[in-house]
């Protein structure tokens, strides 16, 4: 039990020095663009708004919803993987990987052609909705097979439900003609995330993180075994309840702005517990911070790499996330 409380002054540097380069980092990002703004007028536009400043208008319509819509979708993936991590012991565990974010894309397939012009709370609410339904079809599939749900079936039976409702959901934007409307989801970009749309996730995110942080040591607790947490007197069926609510919140809120962006909750947990080891109650805001200064990093490198034509950076970070997903599951499965 000791090794819960492993290394408690580094996940304190992780989350002092992180938040501080995740400040930088935005500031950089806010600068950086096709016109350069010095970084006083970047300042100004946030704190003394001129509406008639065309750079202004630039920083507050454009650049500042992207950076922070970025650092939020990243800490809030961080954090849903670290959880499905910690709760079903399975160092494979992302939503985009178990069918949580191929959920939420179908959900909101089917929105775009039934229910054209809803509102964004309702997208959102659709989005929570369809990530449930892919997490259903996930672990009801692997738990049917023979000899119970293991890691490695549970990432098959993702691949599985995630390649048919992508399927489904690019019938439907063929059928109804609404490829435009879902291009977004396939990029998985965050270049038109706006300010509006902020406003309405940033309070479903920041519940739910609270969330994470309340249940961390419940999730540690879980992560040593389920016998071992009952027998500490953990009532895991509802902490189990709680940590999946808070993850649709998370990978459904992340789709229905930024569409499909993966391996970063797989990528961020693995890093953050080889540096803080197993505790929760550390995992999870390290995570968040880590995940939310990937993100900003891997869309400044997206507009770097090709300016004036940008790369998704779904597309970058899965360069990094498919290969170590591969050297997870080989791992895996020699350990069956």
């Not at 119970?148 to 599985?160: I, N, S, Y």
Request: proline share 3%.
């Amino acid at each position: 039990m000791n090794q819960i409380y492993a290394r408690p002054w580094t996940g304190t540097a992780i989350i002092v020095i992180g938040l501080i380069a995740l400040a930088l980092g935005i500031a950089i990002c806010v600068n950086y663009g096709y016109q350069d703004i010095k970084l006083i007028t970047v300042w100004e536009a946030i704190f003394r708004f001129d509406p008639d400043s065309g750079e202004h208008q630039i920083i507050r319509a454009l650049r500042l919803p992207r950076v922070l819509g970025g650092a939020i979708i990243g800490a809030g993936l961080s954090v849903a993987g670290a959880i499905m991590q910690g709760m079903t012991r399975n160092p494979l565990a992302d939503s985009s990987l178990l069918g949580l974010t191929a959920g939420a894309g179908f959900a909101l397939a089917l929105v775009f052609a039934f229910f054209q012009g809803v509102s964004f709370n309702v997208l959102l609410l659709i989005a929570f909705l369809g990530a449930g339904v892919g997490a259903v079809l996930v672990f009801g599939l692997s738990s049917m097979a023979r000899g119970g749900m293991t890691p490695v079936r549970l990432v098959l039976a993702g691949a599985a439900v995630t390649a048919l409702l992508t399927a489904i959901s690019e019938g439907i934007a063929l059928y109804y003609r609404i490829g435009k409307d879902l291009s977004f989801w396939y990029a998985g970009a965050i270049a038109g995330i706006r300010m509006s749309q902020l406003e309405i996730m940033f309070p479903w995110v920041a519940v739910a993180l609270l969330g994470a942080i309340a249940l961390s040591r419940s999730i540690t607790l879980l992560s040593l075994g389920e016998d071992v947490a009952r027998g500490l007197g953990l009532r895991s069926g509802r902490v189990k309840l709680a940590g999946l609510a808070i993850v649709l919140i998370l990978a459904g809120a992340a789709v229905a702005v930024a569409g499909a962006i993966g391996f970063v909750g797989l990528l961020i947990p693995h890093v953050t517990r080889k540096l803080v080891g197993v505790d929760y109650r550390w995992i999870i805001p390290c995570s968040a911070v880590l995940g939310a200064l990937l993100v900003i990093i891997a869309d400044l490198a997206a507009r770097m790499i090709n300016p004036g034509s940008e790369v998704p950076v779904a597309a970058l970070i899965a360069i990094i996330g498919v290969p170590f997903f591969l050297y997870l599951a080989r791992k895996e499965e020699r350990s069956l």
